[in-house]
T-cell receptor
């Protein structure tokens, strides 16, 4: 079965600093990969997704993610965080055939300090 | 309204009560989902509907009863719940089933079972 690991439960970053959130997946082939963000009191919003092609994916709000097949990773990055980026971030994977369902990681809570 | 809406946003109920959660999507999507989000656990997929037909029940206890009268509306009927059912219940929709489809989430209903 596919699985997703987000090893960091909570990360604190200073405003203006760079950010990297880790995501590792377990699946025999390359799955579809997603990053979602959940702001307090809100549902999940898609930041970006990877299906194939260029391994560096650009998303909304200045985020990007890089797929590394050799490391089974899909880490999310942002060069300079803003206070409004404080939220919970979820990595999700799904097998790339049929009507497979998303498998989510446990999330990483991001705190921004002034 | 646009996107996916959920009502009520907060709900407190006793174990003998009967209540319903409502989800409505204004995106013209054909697939709808119920998820349970508990603290420190990955999102748990509960039910999936496609063109009003249930396509997945992820071993959910019968005290949760979904209903999908049309592609725009999804309900979750609750009865004789347990305290461990307290969680955030998220509704989502997507254009169709399929791993590559982006799911659009509502803000959720925060449920507390006393």
């Amino acid at each position: 079965a596919q699985s997703v690991t987000q090893p960091d439960i909570h990360i604190t970053v200073s405003e203006g600093a760079s950010l990297e959130l880790r995501c590792n997946y377990s699946y025999g082939a390359t799955p579809y990969l997603f990053w979602y963000v959940q702001s307090p009191g809100q549902g999940l919003q898609l930041l970006l997704k990877y299906f194939s092609g260029d391994t560096l994916v650009q998303g909304i709000k200045g985020f990007e993610a890089e797929f590394k097949r050799s490391q089974s990773s899909f880490n999310l990055r942002k060069p300079s965080v803003h206070w409004s980026d404080a939220a919970e971030y979820f990595c999700a994977v799904v097998r790339n055939f049929g009507n497979e369902k998303l498998t989510f990681g446990t999330g990483t809570r991001l705190t921004i300090i002034p | 309204e646009t996107g996916v809406t959920q009502t009520p946003r907060h709900l407190v109920m006793g174990m003998t009560n009967k209540k319903s959660l409502k989800c409505e999507q204004h995106l013209g999507h054909n697939a709808m989902y119920w998820y349970k989000q508990s603290a420190k656990k990955p999102l748990e997929l509960m039910f999936v509907y496609n063109f009003k037909e249930q396509t997945e029940n992820n071993s959910v206890p019968s005290r949760f009863s979904p209903e999908c009268p049309n592609s725009s509306h999804l309900f979750l009927h609750l009865h004789t719940l347990q305290p461990e059912d307290s969680a955030l219940y998220l509704c989502a929709s997507s254009p169709s089933l399929g791993g590559s489809e982006t799911q659009y989430f509502g803000p959720g209903t925060r449920l507390l079972v006393l």
